[in-house]
């Protein structure tokens, strides 16, 4: 909970809130239908995921990618990604530092392990439906950084 | 437990396991791509869903509908429907007996929130992943019946 607040408090100080934020609906996002790239169409920027709905305690999210991201894992979560566009490539690295890379087009999904290091790629802009637990942080453990971006934000 | 013991039991006894059906992999469907419309293909029957692969204790499940359901609901949890071929209609029944309809296409979404009785309606087949938690029988909550099929078949 620490690591989250740091996170929120780094963004209500110094960034403003991107204009497709909103905030989470009371019914959220249950009960209704959701167009996914009609969501996507709304975003801005590039590595920005935006909530769209809530299952339980997980939370789907929309982003659009494009270029490299960063090695991370998350110690505590499975992760699932689902390609709504685009051609992603998931690096894994396994704990004997080999690498193998997954790849990924529009209507294939991937679960990464939890605490499996990966790192995605879009060589072109890339859409995608992000499936993971409230609270999971973009970069995965440890401080946040430069790509690490708020939670919570939906769309 | 002693529900699901039920659902299996029924079908352990009184059925024989389809032929695109095979045990869960050591690996939960973890680590891979999977093509949801090429897992789609190898099923051979309507409303027999086939896990694909695991997310923590949720699983993904692809499952070709045509015609009615039965209303039914789940009393400890969310569901999520996502569209990937066809048109869904979810009819929803509130407390109140008041029903709405959910119409659903291609690369939409909806989740069901726990407790809220739904049916879902195909006019023509529908290809859907669904999203839920590990063990939770497709008819909802109750006593198994006609349309109750065995949980954790994996394609």
Redesign the interface.
């Known amino acids: 909970m620490l690591k989250l607040a740091a996170v929120f408090n780094t963004y209500s100080t110094t960034m403003s809130a991107p204009a497709e934020t909103s905030p989470a609906p009371h019914h959220?996002?249950?009960?209704?239908?959701?167009?996914?790239?009609g969501k996507i169409a709304q975003l801005q920027g590039h590595w920005q995921p935006r909530v769209v709905?809530?299952?339980?305690d997980?939370q789907?999210k929309v982003v659009k990618i494009a270029g490299e991201f960063l090695w991370h894992q998350h110690s505590d979560?499975?992760?699932?990604f689902?390609v709504?566009g685009g051609e992603l490539r998931i690096d894994?690295r396994d704990a004997s530092g080999s690498i193998r890379a997954?790849?990924?087009q529009a209507?294939?999904?991937?679960?990464?392990?939890?605490g499996?290091e990966h790192k995605p790629f879009a060589q072109a802009e890339v859409k995608l439906l992000l499936?993971?637990?409230r609270g999971v942080a973009n970069t995965g453990d440890g401080e946040a950084g430069a790509r690490t971006v708020a939670n919570d934000l939906w769309v």
């Open positions: 959220r996002g249950q009960g209704q239908s959701i167009d996914l790239l709905a809530e299952m339980n997980y789907f979560t499975d992760e699932t689902i709504l894994l997954l790849h990924l209507g294939q999904m991937a679960v990464i392990p939890q499996v499936i993971e637990p």
